[in-house]
């Protein structure tokens, strides 16, 4: 029976990783409501392989919605999910810096690898809809992934980001233009990349490393000012990063999020990630420690660890309990320490590349459709 049982499960498993799934087992679940309607679904490339009792899943799907809403699209965040309890059973898919206007079309590309158990019940995966935003910044959506906070700084740093150029194109001309997208490209190609092997919780393995202190990069306007904070460090690892913050705004504060830059022995920097705080209620002229449960292993390239000597980090995003959000500005952001090592925004990326590959005509015809 055992045997008879397992020849099944590895058909079954082999029939799955034929060029097309069953489309009964995939399931694309969106509201009555729902602001986007899918017009296609191509399933064609994804696949499935068996692993010991378990499914891996590569999913590389193309999907075409339709907004079907009265107002432009902003952005989208789909929710994927081939099992809920187990890790690796579930993830996102964030389309960003959108412009779609109602009745038109626009693709989102799922390009993920998800585990699930071997011989499951119902769909192998389930796509539904955690969010919307429109052009208004009013939002549509369970919001389970917390997608309308990270949607709307999305967006604020695209109007920062867009702003900025245009200005440029009024004071300077086309020639401006072109070398502020020059200049960008060239700092995308030139910023130093960090592979960051994060592990939540914390290892009961002795650790033995140091204390090291952040220092801070004042962001002007920053709602919180980050007072002083620390972290585990021996060699390439990061322990326990904690922080203390005081809210100089006059307004509750319930989420902020500090950009965290390391330096190694070398005097090289890199941009490590985020710190994020959650579930703040931090008053006006009030101060909140924060404490991430998480160990952080970095390498400046293949096979290349990184030895942490330096660490310093910068407000980079707020969030305040009336559900309005702070954004860093381009200003702080250009702070020479900064400007070598932080990603530009989805936005500024997107422009960058409309440049490199259709020209200045049509990115100056997109900056004047805003």
Not at 115 to 128: A, K, N, Y
Not at 135 to 157: H, I, K, N, Q, T
Not at 227 to 240: C, F, L, M
Not at 302 to 317: D, N
Request: aromatic residues 6%; hydrophobic residues 45%.
């Amino acid at each position: 029976m055992r045997s008879k049982l397992a020849a099944a499960m590895v058909c079954w498993a082999a029939a799955l990783a034929q060029s097309e799934w069953p489309q009964t087992r995939l399931k694309i679940d969106l509201p009555k409501d729902s602001p986007v309607a899918v017009v296609a679904a191509d399933w064609g490339e994804s696949r499935a392989s068996a692993r010991g009792n378990a499914l891996v899943l590569d999913l590389k799907t193309s999907l075409l919605l339709r907004n079907t809403a009265s107002r432009h699209i902003r952005g989208v965040v789909l929710r994927v999910v081939a099992q809920e309890v187990s890790p690796g059973g579930k993830a996102s898919v964030a389309a960003p810096s959108l412009n779609v206007a109602p009745g038109e079309t626009f693709p989102i590309r799922i390009d993920l690898r998800l585990l699930r158990p071997r011989m499951p019940l119902g769909p192998l995966v389930e796509v539904s809809l955690d969010g919307v935003l429109f052009e208004d910044l009013s939002f549509y959506g369970p919001d389970r992934l917390g997608s309308r906070r990270a949607m709307l700084a999305w967006e604020l740093e695209a109007q920062r980001d867009r702003a900025h150029f245009k200005k440029i194109l009024e004071t300077e001309g086309e020639e401006g233009l072109r070398r502020a997208m020059l200049e960008s490209l060239a700092r995308q190609a030139e910023r130093p990349r960090l592979d960051v092997q994060v592990v939540r919780g914390m290892p009961a393995t002795a650790f033995g490393g140091r204390e090291l202190q952040f220092a801070f990069v004042r962001m002007p306007g920053a709602p919180v000012d980050p007072v002083s904070g620390a972290a585990d460090v021996a060699g390439s690892e990061a322990r326990a990063p904690r922080l203390e913050v005081r809210n100089v705004s006059n307004r509750e504060v319930r989420y902020l999020e500090l950009g965290w830059i390391v330096r190694d022995r070398d005097g090289r920097e890199f941009f490590a990630g985020s710190l994020p705080a959650s579930g703040l209620k931090l008053p006006p002229g009030g101060v909140a420690k924060t404490y991430e449960p998480v160990s952080l292993k970095f390498a400046g390239g293949p096979g290349r660890p990184l030895a942490i000597a330096a660490m310093t980090a910068f407000v980079h995003q707020v969030e305040f309990a009336d559900g309005s959000v702070w954004v860093a500005p381009r200003a702080g952001l250009a702070d020479p320490r900064l400007a070598r090592v932080v990603a530009p925004s989805a936005e500024e990326q997107r422009l960058t590349e409309l440049y490199r590959s259709k020209g200045l005509a049509a990115l100056v015809a997109e900056l004047k459709k805003f």
